[in-house]
């Protein structure tokens, strides 16, 4: 861990931050744990995210100083969307400089339905520019870089999948947590790839709230569209179909 004053001696652009984003289960604290080198976020065993609230670590390498966030997990059972996503909103609490690259944890295997929800309402919360600084981290992955892009690119790659990595501006990367120290040097020089491909710009907190107003506009949209088609139907002149943007969360008259 560095020392805070130590790292203020730091220059602008040798500050970078990370955020850590996934479902709960899928290794995404134990990412971060490897980043840093020592267990410094609790590992989740279920369905319940050990991440309740925002966690941050740092660490130095090659002369530069990271500073990476955990976030509560985007499925987590134990809380409403509206809280998980108001939670996971809060990482902008602890990236005053921006964000330079978002870490999708997925674990290795089936591109389940939820991992294509979770980043459905990721780019909904945070906006498209989101993604141009994001990479998918697939744990539990002992393929080789080549290996994975060939795996990736094969017509056998769930369709949804396909469509993210066309999305997402960072590829991808494997890593197996189970060896720390492969996992931290394969790891961190994907990262340092994507803060070299985007010249060193990063997403920043006025884009979080530009994106958060336009997923509240939406929301308030589809709840006018949905009251409406009650309306109609309550009249006798049959349902209406509601068409939903993607990522977009219905919630109830009067809960904010």
């Not at 203020?8 to 850590?20: A, K």
């Not at 990367?173 to 790891?187: F, H, K, M, S, Y």
């Not at 985007?198 to 994106?211: F, I, P, S």
């Not at 939406?218 to 939903?244: D, Y």
Request: hydrophobic residues 40%; glycine residues 10%.
């Amino acid at each position: 861990m560095l020392n805070p004053d130590a790292a203020s001696l730091l220059e602008g652009d040798q500050h970078h931050t990370l955020v850590l984003v996934g479902v709960t289960g899928d290794g995404k604290s134990s990412t971060g744990n490897a980043l840093c080198g020592q267990a410094v976020f609790p590992v989740s065993g279920g369905l319940h995210s050990e991440t309740q609230e925002l966690a941050h670590a740092d660490y130095l390498r090659s002369g530069s100083f990271w500073r990476i966030i955990d976030t509560v997990g985007l499925n987590d059972t134990g809380l409403s969307q509206k809280e998980v996503l108001d939670r996971f909103s809060t990482f902008a609490e602890a990236a005053a400089e921006g964000i330079s690259v978002f870490l999708f944890v997925v674990r290795w295997g089936r591109f389940k339905p939820e991992h294509d929800e979770a980043l459905a309402a990721f780019a909904a919360n945070c906006g498209e520019t989101a993604l141009r600084h994001t990479m998918l981290v697939f744990t539990h992955c002992e393929l080789s870089d080549e290996a994975l892009v060939r795996q990736l690119s094969d017509p056998s790659t769930p369709l949804s999948l396909s469509r993210w990595l066309q999305r997402i501006g960072g590829g991808a990367v494997g890593i197996d947590n189970a060896d720390g120290a492969t996992a931290r040097t394969r790891l961190q020089k994907a990262i340092e790839s994507v803060v070299t491909s985007t010249g060193g710009l990063r997403y920043d907190n006025q884009a979080l709230v530009q994106a958060r107003e336009q997923l509240k506009e939406a929301e308030e949209a589809e709840r006018q569209a949905f009251a409406a088609a009650v309306a109609e139907w309550r009249r006798g002149t049959g349902p209406v179909v509601i068409e939903r943007e993607p990522g977009v969360i219905t919630r109830p008259p009067g809960v904010e």
